[in-house]
């Protein structure tokens, strides 16, 4: 009985150590999926930046030029890219 308890927590580590980092990278890349709206940047994982022009169940088009579309799957966001924070001259 002794020589399963290695075992055990050399299992209990493996699990902690590569599978609930990995569930919880899951869970928020699905989180970014369901969030994305209209007029958001976005970052695909082949390294295309566009703005999301609308969306269908597990498709959206991004309009990565004017008058240009690509027609990708929601899977293939990799990331949403954050509005730049410029201070408005006005307001100093």
Do not use: T
């Amino acid at each position: 009985m002794e020589a399963f308890i290695p075992l055990i927590l050399i299992g209990g580590v493996m699990y902690v150590v590569l599978i609930l980092p990995q569930q919880r990278k899951a869970r928020e890349h699905n989180a970014l999926i369901n969030a994305l709206e209209e007029g958001d940047e976005v970052l695909l994982n082949s390294g295309i930046h566009g703005f999301v022009s609308e969306l269908d169940d597990n498709i959206l088009w991004l309009e990565v030029a004017n008058g240009v579309d690509l027609k990708v799957s929601r899977s293939a966001v990799a990331g949403k890219i954050a509005a730049p924070d410029y201070d408005d001259p006005e307001d100093s």
